[in-house]
Structures are given as C-alpha cells and as structure tokens.
C-alpha cells in the first residue's frame, strides 16, 4: 500500500507543476488523506491530456465500463479533471497545484489543512520558484491602467473577463483553510473566477455557481475595493482569476519573504511615486501587498519589491502614483494558452 502512494507522488511529480518529495513523508500522507489505493493506482494511467474512457483502459488493462465508474466516482471527489467534448466525456491527469487542492475547496479538515500547510513552502521552492514560466501572473487593476499606457488585450481584465462564454465564481481555498484555523483575514471569500471547461467542471462538482459577465466584474471591483491583487491562469487566454491576499495567498506569503518579488513574478508593470504630488497619507503604503512602498516626507515605490498589481494606484485620491508598463526586453509575454503554460513549465523542469 505504501508503495501505490510513492509511486503516486513521483507521477505528480513528472507533471509540469511538480508534486516534490520530502524528509518527513508530509506529501505522502495528503496522498493518503484523498485517494484509496483503488483510487491512486487508476490516477497512475492519467496523463495531462483529456482523454477517452477507451484510451485510458488500454493503458491500464482495465475493464472500460468498470473504469468509466471509476473516472467519474473520481472526477466528482477532484482527484482528476472532467470535461465534455461533442458529447464524449475525456478525462485527464489533474496536478496537486493548481488542481486537485483547489478541487477539495468544500470537503477541507484541519489535518489536511495542517499537512498542506507544511508541504507548500517546500512545493513553493522546490517547484514554483525553479521555472521560469509560472502557472500564475500578476494583472493590474483597471483603475490603474491610465489611458496613455500601451497595455496588450492579455492584461486588460475586465475585457478578458467580458470575452468568456462561461464564468463560475468559487470560494478562494486559501482564505477559506486560514479562516477554518482560526487565521483567517476578513477579506472577501468568494473571489475565484473559473471560465470555459474548468467553469463547467466546477459547477457541475459543486464548487462553485454560474454567474454572468457583469457579475464577474463587479466581482473584480469588490475584489480591488477590498485590496486584492488580480492574478491569472498564465496564459493570454487565461482559465482562472484568482483575487488574492498576502495574509492567506501561498504565493503572496511566500513572494513576501523574498528580498526581490519584482524577480520572482509574472508581471508587465511596476508602480511609480510622484513626490511633488504626493501628501504623504500612506494610503497606498496600507495597500501594498509587498511592502513595496516607503514612507518618508513622500513616497517612494521600491523596484525590487514591486510587482505591479496597481492597487496603490488605485487607492491614491491624489493621483501621485502611476502604473508603468516594462520595456519590451522585460516585458511578460504568456504563452498562447494553457496547454503551452504546461509544455514550457515541463521543458524548464526537463521532464520533455
């Protein structure tokens, strides 16, 4: 039995988000909290493409009517993806993160909560930290972006989100597991903005509800009013938004520990400080989710700690901060879509 869980862990691990061993087991035992051994050794014939029933059961030998069970039993607990393509249901591998944790977003228990919490700094540097192309990127605000910056159709959110045919809005995990341990920060819970396949995915497993496109941005709105920071699925045609915060984000908490965050995100844009305009009311100093704001007589953004989110725009009444798009040699450019996030994330961790 322990032998089905490693071997479970090193296919995680070969998927292009990572799923890295440790010295205390941690990861072997969240395996152990969500799968059956059943269950983790059907999870073995999944490959990070959506596939047939059919094609599945010849990897694995198996009966395909007992399988087709099997898959679906499994897609409903979010141990593995399901989508519908002209009237085939397809099945795929689904990583631990982004994925199989977030799917959990409505069955959490504190000692899942606990072992997560001590496996995600070694994920966040064994995995996160060591590819260039990251499965998430920061966007600005568009209360930040004046009408003078060249911003690419990929960073203007709201018109991203007004371009999807479907929307799903869903609890945000991070905040909801802090909340459950007494750690939780107060902010917004339904933040999580799923589109498309992943939408239909969601809603169909109950982890989150249909809403329109006016909705989604009003969503987005709310989110910057209760100082979140807009980061996206990786792709210029993004899957998910998630509205985050430095207090539960494991992204954020971790990027804040970090002597340069600018170096280590996905972004376009960093934030400058007018000093002439500035009243020093430190504003924008209580918005920065990176403490990447200092104040003296006036403000002053620091470079390496920015990462361009605008919140501190958006917060200033006295227009003395700016977002600034990146030059053309450090500009972000996201793959084309979510399937070229995966192939340059496995390419970067030599698994292709």
């Not at 999807?164 to 939780?184: F, L, Q």
């Not at 918005?287 to 620091?302: K, S």
């Not at 920015?306 to 793959?335: F, Q």
Request: proline share 5%; with cysteine.
């Amino acid at each position: 039995m322990e032998d089905i869980y490693k071997r479970l862990a090193d296919h995680l691990d070969k998927l292009p988000a990572g799923f890295p061993p440790t010295d205390s087991g941690v990861e072997l035992r969240i395996l152990k909290r969500l799968f059956t051994p059943r269950e983790a050794e059907t999870a073995l014939g999944l490959v990070m493409m959506p596939e047939p029933v059919e094609a599945i059961a010849r990897r694995l030998g198996a009966d395909p009517t007992i399988l087709s069970d099997d898959l679906q039993k499994m897609s409903r607990k979010g141990l593995i993806f399901r989508m519908t393509k002209n009237g085939t249901t397809l099945y795929m591998a689904a990583q631990f993160v982004i994925g199989i944790w977030e799917y959990h977003v409505n069955d959490l228990d504190e000692d899942l909560i606990r072992d997560f919490n001590e496996y995600v700094p070694i994920l966040m540097t064994q995995s996160w930290e060591r590819t260039q192309t990251k499965q998430l990127r920061v966007v600005p605000v568009a209360r930040s972006i004046s009408a003078q910056t060249n911003i690419m159709p990929y960073d203007a959110v709201e018109a991203l989100v007004r371009k999807r045919k479907k929307i799903v809005v869903a609890p945000c995990i991070c905040r909801k597991e802090h909340s459950m341990v007494g750690h939780g920060c107060g902010k917004p819970l339904e933040t999580c903005l799923v589109f498309d396949a992943g939408a239909s995915f969601y809603e169909e497993n109950g982890l989150g509800r249909s809403i329109t496109r006016d909705e989604a941005v009003d969503l987005l709105h709310k989110g910057v009013e209760a100082g979140l920071v807009l980061q996206a699925g990786n792709s210029q045609r993004p899957m998910n938004i998630c509205m985050c915060c430095r207090d539960c984000c494991q992204i954020l908490k971790n990027l804040n520990v970090l002597d340069a965050p600018a170096d280590a995100v996905s972004s376009s844009f960093y934030a400058e400080a007018d000093p002439d305009a500035c009243t020093g009311c430190e504003a924008c100093v209580e918005r920065c989710q990176m403490g990447a704001i200092e104040m003296a007589e006036t403000a002053r953004v620091l470079a390496e700690r920015c990462i361009g989110c605008g919140l501190c725009v958006a917060a200033c009444d006295d227009d003395a901060l700016r977002l600034m798009a990146k030059g053309p040699e450090n500009r972000h450019v996201p793959p084309a879509g979510t399937i070229d996030v995966y192939m340059n994330m496995a390419r970067e961790r030599g698994l292709i």
